[in-house]
């Protein structure tokens, strides 16, 4: 948008300039040829007087040399003086030069008693020479003409040094308006869109932030205004639900640890509670993953500059023992650093490698990791019984489970949790039904920058 609109503003001066000096110039190049034309015609009317003086009529002894004195004072000028039959008078076998434009009309409009009128622009690119012709008279009779053929180049070259000039300063005006007036009032206009882009998406990522300092032209300051007070509302309405979701959890916690307590005694003496017991431990796990989804987007997470493949191995020799050697890691050895939540990583990890051992619980498991560009890919896959594609489009979903894993201990929110975790850091998950097996593939980027700017959204899922 900037270069568009500076390229708007400097063709606009452009088209200004242009309407302003091609009227000039071609002013100044009329100017120009009517000057040269009153000069020449003033000395054809001379001679032509010359000519007719009364006694020896055109053949007048002294007209020849007087024509050659001129024409070698000029140097740019040959004349000549012609009979009413358009023959040359003063110079035996001499005819006018037939090469001449227009030479032929002015002597029949001369001969006609109508003296030439001034000629059109003196452009650089035109190469004719300009012709005078006055009738030379006598009461009512014409007895004859007086041509006159003017080189233009020099009147053209001080056209053209006039046109460069005029072009050379246009350009340095155009310059100067670019860089004084035109980056200026593009940076006044642009500057605030920019901001209120990077506050929307901003909160299209799920944090809430305000453009700051209101500046630019009277509308996008009305603009920013509405998209800060949006902000401060829908920063409010999250704030809201984080408190409820607290104290809620809060006034559930309590009651819910004392009652497994009392579940946990009465399932020693008394095996039917141990059902109960189980439910209850559900319940606590679902309530601690519903307070780490009301976490998400909260300001108390920073990100750190992290090393994502040490990560990844500690979290794999935490799992291994779990797995009794059917857990397989590919990380490179190498060191992948990004700028991550610190715990981004070993909670994807711990999300996935947990529904691995659920679901998958006597396949060998494979997780593996590669730094492709300005982005990490971390890939688990099991091959257990895995899910068919529809069912792999709709694991993920909140508290969403499948009815044959109803017996297996789970709330349904562990990879929504990664998804929304994931997305926050301007990442993506995608899944899919590897046959055998589930595969998911997290990419998270290498720099801070890059949070909040993923577009490739294929959405985590978890089956438990």
Not at 17 to 36: F, G, K, M, T
Not at 125 to 152: I, N
Not at 245 to 272: F, G, I, K, W, Y
Not at 326 to 337: K, Q
Request: charged share 25%.
């Amino acid at each position: 948008m900037r270069r568009r609109l500076l390229v708007l503003t400097v063709t606009t001066a452009a088209a200004v300039l242009v309407l302003l000096a091609v009227p000039l110039l071609r002013s100044y190049a009329e100017n120009r040829a009517v000057d040269l034309h009153q000069q020449r015609l003033a000395a054809a009317t001379r001679f032509a007087a010359l000519a007719d003086d009364g006694t020896a009529g055109l053949e007048s002894p002294t007209l020849v040399s007087d024509l050659d004195r001129f024409d070698a004072v000029t140097g740019t000028t040959r004349t000549w003086v012609v009979g009413t039959d358009g023959t040359v008078v003063g110079a035996e076998d001499a005819d006018l030069p037939r090469d001449v434009a227009g030479l032929s009309v002015a002597v029949r409009q001369a001969l006609a008693g109508t003296p030439t009128a001034a000629p059109g622009p003196l452009w650089p690119w035109e190469r004719d020479p300009l012709v005078v012709a006055t009738p030379v008279g006598r009461d009512a009779q014409v007895l004859g003409a007086v041509v006159m053929v003017e080189d233009t180049g020099g009147p053209r070259s001080e056209v053209t040094r006039v046109m460069t000039v005029v072009v050379l300063g246009a350009v340095l005006f155009l310059v100067m308006v670019a860089w004084l007036v035109g980056v200026p009032l593009v940076r006044w206009i642009v500057r605030p869109v920019e901001k209120l882009e990077e506050s929307v998406n901003a909160l299209g990522q799920g944090r809430a932030t305000a453009v700051g300092r209101v500046e630019g032209p009277p509308e996008l300051r009305r603009l920013v205004q509405s998209f800060n007070a949006m902000v401060e509302d829908v920063e409010q309405a999250r704030r809201q639900q984080r408190d409820l979701v607290a104290d809620v959890s809060h006034q559930l916690a309590n009651p819910l640890t004392a009652m497994r307590l009392r579940l946990e005694e009465l399932a020693r003496e008394d095996a039917d509670a141990r059902p109960i017991l189980a439910e209850a431990e559900r319940m606590a796990q679902s309530l601690d993953d519903v307070i780490e989804i009301s976490r998400v987007g909260s300001l108390d997470r920073q990100p750190v500059t992290v090393d994502v493949s040490a990560q990844l191995r500690s979290r794999v020799e935490l799992w291994e023992p779990l797995f009794a050697g059917r857990l397989s890691a590919s990380t490179g050895g190498g060191t992948i650093r990004a700028v991550l939540e610190e715990d981004l990583v070993p909670t994807v990890v711990d999300v996935l490698l947990d529904n691995a051992a659920k679901y998958a619980p006597e396949d060998p498991v494979e997780v593996s990791l590669v730094a492709d560009g300005d982005v990490a890919r971390l890939l688990v896959r099991d091959h257990g019984v895995g899910v068919t594609p529809d069912e792999a489009a709709e694991v993920g979903r909140r508290f969403h489970r499948l009815a044959r894993h109803a017996d297996v201990a789970g709330t349904g929110l562990g990879l929504s949790i990664l998804e929304l975790r994931v997305r926050e850091a301007g990442g993506s998950v995608r899944r899919w039904a590897a046959r055998p097996g589930l595969a998911v593939e997290v990419t998270l980027p290498l720099r801070s920058g890059d949070a909040g700017r993923s577009s490739t959204r294929g959405g985590a899922g978890s089956a438990g």
